[in-house]
């Protein structure tokens, strides 16, 4: 009967820590959206970036040794009523990420996730002293862009990181 109760009561540790999440769920209904953030039960620690400081960006997380970043940001767009969200506009937007100085873009290809059609932009970026590759999504909702980005060192497609699809496929915007 012992024998049992320890195998219960480790069994039921181990779903315990097991079931835990390896992501944080960050949700805004002010900007109607939710994201997966990676947290600290990583093997490679997580910083939350929470509140960002940077302008525009809602959330984001970076790895302790800088070699991956995800984050969420938004551009409000509702006083502009006929705000379209194409590759003109996009030329527009992308200067954040791939301006001059930031570095550049690959290519822009149309995408839908979850029901919203948007874009994607594939470059390099230039951040804190160190070289990234970037991978952008951005879509149009509510008056609002949103841009899930996702860097890293590590892969020349940051899509290839776990950690950054992860983040980049857990992005929905809320009823």
């Known amino acids: 009967m012992r024998r049992l109760l ?10 315990g820590l097991a079931s835990s999440g390896s992501a944080a769920i960050w949700r805004s209904s002010e900007y109607y959206c939710q994201v997966n953030l ?3 039960s990583y093997v490679q620690q997580w910083y939350a970036l929470l509140p960002a400081n940077e302008g525009g960006v809602l959330a984001g ?6 070699a991956a970043i ?3 940001g938004v551009v409000d767009m509702k006083e502009k009523p006929h705000f379209v969200l194409d590759e003109k506009s996009i030329e527009e937007l ?3 990420f791939f301006g001059r100085g930031l570095g550049f873009l690959d290519k822009t290809q149309q995408i839908t996730e979850h029901g919203l059609n948007g874009y994607r932009l594939f470059g ?3 951040f804190n002293g160190r070289n990234y590759a970037m991978v952008v999504d951005m879509f ?5 862009v949103y841009q899930i980005a996702g860097l890293s060192q590590s892969y020349d497609n940051p899509l290839q990181d776990a950690d950054v699809r992860a983040f980049m496929n857990s992005f929905y915007v809320l009823p």
């Open 6 to 15: 320890t195998i219960v009561c480790l069994s039921a540790a181990f779903c």
């Open 38 to 40: 990676p947290d600290g």
């Open 61 to 66: 997380a970076r790895r302790q040794d800088f």
């Open 70 to 72: 995800v984050y969420l």
């Open 94 to 96: 992308d200067k954040s």
């Open 124 to 126: 390099r970026h230039r």
């Open 140 to 144: 149009f909702y509510h008056g609002l």
